[in-house]
């Protein structure tokens, strides 16, 4: 198992990071999407992670080559005020801007940051959109009543076989979304080629990260396919979707089905957060969240900007 380096030292995330990072959630079960393994890995070429102890705590950075992007996660493991001011100062001293974002009001309480030292600031494209499983299994009620319409508009027109997601099913869950990719041009925005590195980052080391994926064919064909795992002990949390736009109800059905077949068992869903596009809010906003998974973004009051 590599070591971590000591702040000022960094390096990147990597696969053999695996059971340290584990074990810190284990230890301290997270709310926020971003904080499994496997979220971390598979978007550390997009957020540029690197990682360093501090003290008796593990910093996550996303160290982007736009400074005004960069921002450190809240500290894991043995960490508190100190933590956080070493981590802003080590960004401030490079250049980055310095912040600690995707905060919850829990990593608030847990690193003993208030408002007489930091400014603290909401930050709602981040928001996590949490479900109850049950209610999207279901689909009961009028509030679901579009969704479950579409539903059974898919299950009446097409027979289709749900089955999880296999390393043999991998390279047509690839396929699917290099489709999906050609449809939406994913060449010319930086997000969706991240999202196209993510995703093989995934299917690359599939077992390795031990997430839980689903399917559904039609006519021997992947149509849509799935990633999730647990977040904590009463909550799963979805990472990728895709399906075919062509069948109407697909992405219905490929949600449905997999936490019908994968998380019956499980209260919660998250469904990660809007990004601030007004389409995708709408889209989470329609299947009724149960809560919303609160996120800060904190800056030191001791200095303004990039000063320490």
Same mark, same amino acid.
Request: hydrophobic fraction near 40%; proline fraction near 5%.
């Given at each position: 198992?590599?070591?971590?380096?000591?702040?000022?030292?960094?390096?990147?995330?990597?696969?053999?990071?695996?059971a340290t990072f584990r074990a810190l959630f284990a230890a301290q079960p997270?709310?926020?999407?971003?904080?499994?393994?496997?979220?971390?890995?598979?978007?550390?070429?997009?957020?540029?992670?690197?990682?360093?102890?501090?003290?008796?705590?593990?910093?996550?950075?996303?160290?982007?080559?736009?400074?005004?992007?960069?921002?450190?996660?809240?500290?894991?493991?043995?960490?508190?005020?100190?933590?956080?001011?070493? =981590?802003?100062?080590?960004?401030?001293?490079?250049?980055?801007?310095?912040?600690?974002?995707?905060?919850?009001?829990?990593?608030?309480?847990?690193?003993?940051?208030?408002?007489?030292?930091?400014?603290?600031?909401?930050?709602?494209?981040?928001?996590?959109?949490?479900?109850?499983?049950?209610?999207?299994?279901?689909?009961?009620?009028?509030?679901?009543?579009? $969704?479950?319409?579409?539903?059974?508009?898919?299950?009446?027109?097409?027979?289709?076989?749900? =089955?999880?997601?296999?390393?043999?099913?991998?390279? /047509?869950?690839?396929?699917?979304?290099?489709?999906?990719?050609?449809?939406?041009?994913?060449?010319?925005?930086?997000?969706?080629?991240?999202?196209?590195?993510?995703?093989?980052?995934?299917?690359? =080391?599939?077992?390795?990260?031990?997430?839980?994926?689903?399917?559904?064919?039609?006519?021997?064909?992947?149509?849509?396919?799935?990633?999730?795992?647990?977040?904590?002990?009463?909550?799963?949390?979805?990472?990728?979707? $895709? /399906?075919?736009?062509?069948?109407?109800?697909?992405?219905?059905?490929?949600?449905?089905?997999?936490?019908?077949h994968e998380w019956s068992g499980v209260r919660f869903v998250n469904r990660?957060?809007?990004?601030?596009?007004?389409?995708?809010?709408?889209?989470?906003?329609?299947?009724?969240?149960?809560?919303?998974?609160?996120?800060?973004?904190?800056?030191?009051?001791?200095?303004?900007?990039?000063?320490?």
């Open positions: 198992m590599p070591e971590i380096p000591t702040l000022p030292e960094m390096r990147p995330l990597l696969l053999d990071d695996a997270p709310l926020q999407s971003e904080l499994t393994f496997t979220n971390l890995f598979m978007w550390r070429e997009a957020y540029a992670l690197q990682v360093a102890r501090v003290g008796g705590a593990v910093a996550v950075f996303s160290w982007r080559p736009d400074p005004e992007d960069s921002f450190v996660f809240p500290p894991l493991g043995e960490a508190d005020a100190e933590t956080v001011r070493a =981590c802003l100062q080590h960004l401030a001293a490079h250049g980055h801007d310095a912040k600690l974002a995707r905060a919850t009001q829990g990593d608030l309480t847990r690193l003993g940051l208030s408002e007489e030292e930091y400014d603290i600031a909401p930050d709602r494209d981040n928001w996590d959109y949490v479900y109850l499983t049950e209610e999207l299994v279901e689909l009961r009620g009028n509030k679901f009543h579009d $969704k479950r319409n579409h539903l059974e508009q898919f299950l009446k027109q097409h027979a289709f076989t749900y =089955c999880r997601l296999t390393p043999e099913l991998a390279p /047509a869950c690839q396929e699917l979304h290099d489709r999906w990719c050609d449809e939406k041009h994913c060449d010319l925005y930086s997000s969706l080629r991240s999202e196209v590195r993510a995703v093989k980052e995934v299917f690359a =080391c599939f077992e390795e990260l031990g997430v839980v994926g689903g399917c559904i064919e039609i006519e021997g064909q992947v149509q849509a396919y799935t990633l999730g795992e647990m977040l904590d002990a009463e909550t799963v949390v979805i990472h990728i979707e $895709k /399906a075919n736009a062509a069948y109407h109800g697909l992405y219905q059905a490929i949600n449905q089905q997999f936490l019908e990660e957060q809007d990004v601030g596009v007004p389409g995708l809010r709408r889209a989470k906003e329609s299947y009724n969240p149960h809560h919303m998974v609160e996120k800060m973004v904190v800056r030191g009051k001791w200095g303004e900007g990039k000063e320490s």
